[in-house]
T-cell receptor, first 116, second 111 residues
Framework: EPEVTQTPSHQVTQMGQEVILRCVPI?????FYWYRQILGQKVEFLVS????????KSEIFDDQFSVERPDGSNFTLKIRSTKLEDSAMYFC??????????????FGDGTRLSIL | RKEVEQDPGPFNVPEGATVAFNCTYS??????FFWYRQDCRKEPKLLMS???SGNEDGRFTAQLNRASQYISLLIRDSKLSDSATYLC????????????FGSGTRLQVQP
């Protein structure tokens, strides 16, 4: 079964440093997403991406965050200057292009980001 | 009112039991509903979409009650492998795709 893959599985970074999280969505999917889950809390939406642009973003997704599809397969999340509160599990997801929004999103196994 | 609300549990049930979870959502205009399961420190995995007429997938049955704005999940003949956190997930606004997650209900099936 096709799956979303994420790298690295664990990233440890000093506060203030930039970090890039990488994702390879399922190959025939055209919608891509980033979510995060702080330890012990619920999964929260960050951003969705379609046709090379952001289609939705949450209040969490401020100017420190950016997303990019640098080539035909990768989808990245960059955090410019990390803060302690950015420590979380970051999940990438993708879904098919359909007219309605009922298409389920399939999640990668996440990148655990630890900010020191 | 929280956007998507679930009883956190835990629900401790013996193998073979039937267990039901409920979830309420805040926006009456919401159109898309899902149940995901999440094992400890793992990614959410889609269990099933929830359709207006209710739907069943093996031992799992999902129901939607639009008038009361709640969704339910029924698990019959519980297995040890059903032990996980069950996440109620809603797309709250028409035309959007952002998933809004509940905090999850933890299920522990005991031998």
């Amino acid at each position: 079964e096709p799956e979303v893959t994420q790298t690295p599985s664990h990233q440890v970074t000093q506060m203030g440093q930039e970090v890039i999280l990488r994702c390879v969505p399922i190959s025939n999917h055209l919608y891509f997403y980033w979510y995060r889950q702080i330890l012990g809390q619920k999964v929260e939406f960050l951003v969705s991406f379609y046709n090379n642009e952001i289609s939705e973003k949450s209040e969490i997704f401020d100017d420190q965050f950016s997303v990019e599809r640098p080539d035909g397969s990768n989808f990245t999340l960059k955090i410019r200057s990390t803060k302690l509160e950015d420590s979380a599990m970051y999940f990438c997801a993708s879904s098919e292009l359909q007219a309605n929004s009922n298409q389920p999103q399939h999640f990668g196994d996440g990148t655990r980001l630890s900010i020191l | 009112r929280k956007e998507v609300e679930q009883d956190p549990g835990p629900f401790n049930v013996p193998e073979g039991a039937t267990v039901a979870f409920n979830c309420t959502y805040s926006n009456s205009a919401s159109q898309s509903f899902f149940w995901y399961r999440q094992d400890c420190r793992k990614e959410p995995k889609l269990l099933m979409s929830v359709y207006s007429s209710g739907n069943e997938d093996g031992r799992f049955t999902a129901q939607l009650n639009r008038a009361s704005q709640y969704i339910s999940l029924l698990i019959r003949d519980s297995k040890l492998s059903d032990s996980a956190t069950y996440l109620c997930v809603v797309i709250l606004d028409t035309g959007r795709r952002a998933l809004t997650f509940g905090s999850g209900t933890r299920l522990q099936v005991q031998p």
